[in-house]
């Protein structure tokens, strides 16, 4: 059986709370937008007095490693930086500590007081079958983090073990003995995903079991606008779930955008770094890039 430990460990393996802050579940973009020139997920950076270029990237936190896009390039790219910068520095014990943290709901509640009887009757029945777990065995962990759990499982992914960008990034980084570090720390990640309430969090795990198919394909469309490289589509389907200038969209991208940027530019002008975060970050008229250009830096898409 498994303990809620277990179930942490696993879900924190993925790094389910980046996951579930950048990449929510989707309404699907069903028209394709006109490719947006200058658009992709790895960029350069350079100019304004810039002694090396950085490079920015965009990430899924979770895909098959099939679905992995080429490396090579990023490998070179890591290589030639001073170090690698992720949303949370994953090569540190005490962040991935605090990350499994962050997955439980605050102040003993559970998502079973957010919902009617029939409604947490239908969530248990949608968790059993998919990844094998009673409501009751999980109902103080976040909902958000359980969507990405069920994710993460081979019916819906469609591999065994599914792995992210930052792991492999991480593992890169390691071999060319380059330092690892974070944009924010996990703790505050987890008081980003406590800013969404747990009934709107229930509501939105009980509308996947509901409908799972609407989310499973939800998912499939972000990861072909992922892996078309294009960074402003990207952030049309991230965006389309939450209403634009909501709360939920101000926390999950806005404001944290805001707080980037000059952490972004600092680590720029101390040395070379290779800066990697969740892909639905960088398009938009608020994303990094339209940023990064507005402040003077030329900006360069890199195909992988």
Not at 40 to 46: K, P, Q, V
Request: hydrophobic share 45%; aromatic share 6%.
């Amino acid at each position: 059986m498994f303990t809620e430990k277990r179930i942490m460990h696993k879900a924190t393996r993925f790094g389910i709370i980046v996951f579930a802050i950048a990449s929510l579940p989707l309404v699907i973009f069903s028209q394709k937008a006109a490719k947006a020139p200058d658009t992709g997920l790895l960029y350069r950076i350079s100019g304004k007095g810039l002694a090396k270029p950085s490079y920015v990237f965009g990430t899924v936190h979770l895909a098959c490693p099939s679905e992995l896009l080429p490396t090579d390039k990023i490998k070179t790219m890591i290589a030639e930086s001073d170090r690698l910068v992720l949303e949370v520095d994953m090569d540190d014990p005490a962040e991935v500590a605090s990350m499994a943290r962050a997955l439980v709901l605050p102040n003993g509640k559970t998502f079973r007081d957010a919902l009617t009887p029939e409604q947490f009757a239908k969530v248990n029945e949608f968790l059993v079958a998919t990844v094998g777990l009673r409501a009751d065995m999980v109902q103080t962990l976040s909902p958000i983090a359980l969507q990405v759990l069920i994710l993460s499982n081979q019916k819906v992914s469609g591999c065994a073990k599914p792995t992210s960008y930052e792991e492999t990034l991480k593992n890169i980084a390691q071999a060319a003995k380059k330092p690892v570090e974070g944009l924010e720390t996990a703790a505050f990640q987890g008081e980003v995903l406590a800013k969404i309430p747990i009934d709107v969090q229930a509501k939105m795990l009980y509308e996947m079991a509901v409908s799972p198919e609407k989310s499973y394909q939800q998912f499939r469309e972000l990861k072909a606008a992922y892996n078309a490289q294009d960074s402003d589509l990207l952030y049309k389907v991230t965006s389309s779930q939450v209403e634009s200038g909501s709360n939920m969209q101000v926390a999950l991208l806005d404001d944290r955008n805001v707080a980037w940027l000059p952490k972004i530019e600092a680590l720029m002008k101390e040395k070379s770094s290779f800066i990697a975060f969740g892909a639905g970050h960088l398009g938009g008229e608020t994303g990094i890039i339209t940023r990064l250009r507005a402040l003077g830096y030329k900006v360069e898409a890199i195909r992988l």
